[in-house]
């Protein structure tokens, strides 16, 4: 098996004194902030003094026990904020240099069994396994496929509005069932898409206002304002052929509703 921190002394990148960070998030999430390359200013900003350390190796959960390596940084320094609602603490940090080659192409291996997020290195760092090493740095432009698409309501927005290729072709090309989940409650919507623009097109609407002009979403919105879309996160449960019909496709959505049962614990009304 190999370590990360094996590929990392590889590197003659010292650790030192080192916390790991387990970087997760449900509304503007680490790794859109990676795709977008504002990681940086994403993890600077702590509700607690989390970093007290000489240095940070940063992981940012892909799929259950999956974390793309978010490079090293060096703790330079940190401040104290507060406004009138709250108070954080603003770091300051700098990338160690000589990982590029690592940084955003490295899957790791950790299943956690715990919610803490920040962890002592000292204790974890041999639990850290490379499972994979991607030939590029991965790039939200890359589809998953459609039985590992679970994304953000942001990096939903983030796909169709900039209208990325291997997204809006995998997407269009296909009919299906899908999921919105709110991550604030645990609550399920199953929905359909067929016709011409299949999945991609459905989804686009969502983009778009939020609820997907769909009536108990729609309902949600207005009674908890049109940011709790921001909770929302996408799966695919499903597809079909693109040319299957509406009558086909809404037979699979029915299954699926009562399979999740979201109907009555849900947010479908029908």
Same mark, same amino acid.
């Not at 999430?29 to 607690?48: I, S, V």
């Not at 240095?55 to 974390?67: G, H, M, N, P």
């Given at each position: 098996m190999l370590r990360l921190c094996d590929l990392i002394a590889a590197a003659n990148v010292p650790l030192g004194r080192f916390k790991i960070h387990l970087a997760t998030g449900s509304s503007d999430?680490? #790794?859109?902030?990676?795709? =977008?390359?504002?990681?940086? !200013? $994403?993890? =600077? +900003?702590? &509700?607690?003094k989390n970093f007290q350390c000489?240095?940070?190796?940063?992981?940012?959960?892909?799929?259950? !026990?999956? $974390? #793309?390596f978010a490079g090293v940084w060096s703790v330079v320094g940190v401040t104290a904020r507060t406004n009138e609602r709250k108070t954080w603490f603003q770091y300051? &940090?700098? @990338?160690?240099?000589?990982? !590029? +080659? #690592?940084?955003?192409?490295?899957?790791?291996s950790f299943p956690r069994t715990f919610r803490q997020s920040y962890l002592k290195g000292s204790r974890f760092a041999d639990k850290l396994i490379v499972s994979q090493v991607l030939e590029e740095r991965l790039s939200m432009s890359d589809f998953p496929g459609y039985s590992s698409v679970r994304i953000t309501y942001a990096e939903l927005r983030h796909i169709v509005s900039r209208n990325l290729t291997t997204w809006r072709s995998a997407l269009r090309s296909v009919a299906g069932v899908y999921l919105v989940a709110d991550t604030s409650c645990g609550k399920h919507y199953v929905g359909s898409a067929y016709g011409a623009e299949g999945i991609w097109g459905r989804w686009s609407a969502y983009a778009s206002v939020g609820h997907g002009h769909n009536t108990e979403l729609r309902k949600l919105l207005v009674e908890k304002g049109d940011? +709790?879309?921001?909770?929302?996160?996408?799966?695919? #449960? @499903?597809?079909? !052929?693109?040319?299957? &019909?509406r009558d086909e496709v809404l037979s699979r959505e029915a299954h699926w509703k009562r399979a999740l049962l979201s109907r009555g614990f849900g947010y479908n009304s029908n």
């Open positions: 999430t680490p #790794l859109l902030a990676f795709f =977008e390359g504002r990681f940086k !200013d $994403w993890q =600077e +900003h702590q &509700t607690r000489d240095k940070i190796v940063s992981l940012i959960q892909r799929y259950a !026990d999956k $974390w #793309l300051s &940090t700098s @990338e160690v240099p000589g990982l !590029d +080659h #690592l940084t955003g192409r490295v899957i790791v940011s +709790h879309a921001k909770h929302f996160q996408f799966a695919i #449960l @499903e597809i079909c !052929d693109i040319m299957a &019909t």
